[in-house]
């Protein structure tokens, strides 16, 4: 399996979230050509440039193709600060939201091999590139991390699309309640799990 991650809005938007996707490559592959060949979609997959009804369909496939993830969200307002009354930065808190849909995964993978592909574009190669050692030092021996240009990877912009969804849904964005009405039956049955972070340590 791989996990496949990426993240949605900032600090300064709000919220910042972070989904985790477990899925085949091939799953993944197939997922992505039958959503576009549908669609007609040209250009990357992004969950901030798709209609509610196209996110609805990708979501429906993500679960039909036994798709899971979890989704680290954290939002502005119930984020605690630091000792001198100031937030986290984006960067810290990137970091932690990774840590923690990853982290989440760990467990369940029962020492199978996992690949952990992290969409590359939010910051520096410089800085992500520590981001990834860290990851792949969780990792150890039982996989791999890697970066990956989004434009590039079916499974991270698989990923954008449901990390955006739960960012609608944190900042009570107009098209929150029908996003969130998509998303209830996949919390439901836990083919989507949240995991709520107030702290950056």
């Given at each position: ?7 949605s ?8 979230t972070?989904?985790?996707?477990m899925?085949t490559?091939?799953?993944a592959?197939?997922?992505h050509?039958r959503?576009?060949?549908v ?24 679960d ?5 993830a ?10 605690a ?6 937030l ?10 990774l840590?923690s ?12 091999c996992?690949d ?8 520096d ?5 520590h ?5 792949q030092?969780g990792?150890?021996?039982?996989g ?14 698989i ?6 969804s739960?960012?609608?849904m944190?900042v ?5 309640t ?16 949240v995991a ?6």
């Open positions: 399996m791989t996990i496949y991650c990426d993240e809005g900032g600090l300064n938007a709000g919220a910042m972070f989904a985790a996707v899925l490559p091939q799953a592959a197939d997922l050509a959503f576009r060949a669609t007609g979609l040209r250009g990357e997959l992004k969950g901030s440039r798709i209609s509610v009804v196209e996110r609805a369909y990708l979501l429906e496939l993500f039909r193709a036994g798709g899971r979890w989704v680290a969200v954290s939002q502005r307002d119930t984020l600060t630091n000792a001198d009354g100031s986290p930065s984006d960067l810290a808190l990137y970091g932690a939201l840590n849909a990853v982290g989440h995964w760990l467990p369940e993978t029962g020492g199978v996992t952990v592909v992290i969409d590359d574009g939010r910051y190669p410089k800085i992500l590139s981001v990834r050692e860290e990851i030092a990792l150890g021996q039982w791999r991390a890697s970066l990956a240009d989004s434009k590039r990877s079916d499974g991270v912009q990923a954008d699309v449901i990390a955006n739960l960012f609608n944190a009570k964005s107009p098209r929150a029908r996003i969130a009405r998509i998303i209830e039956p996949m919390l439901a049955s836990k083919a989507i799990r709520e972070l107030t702290r950056v340590s």
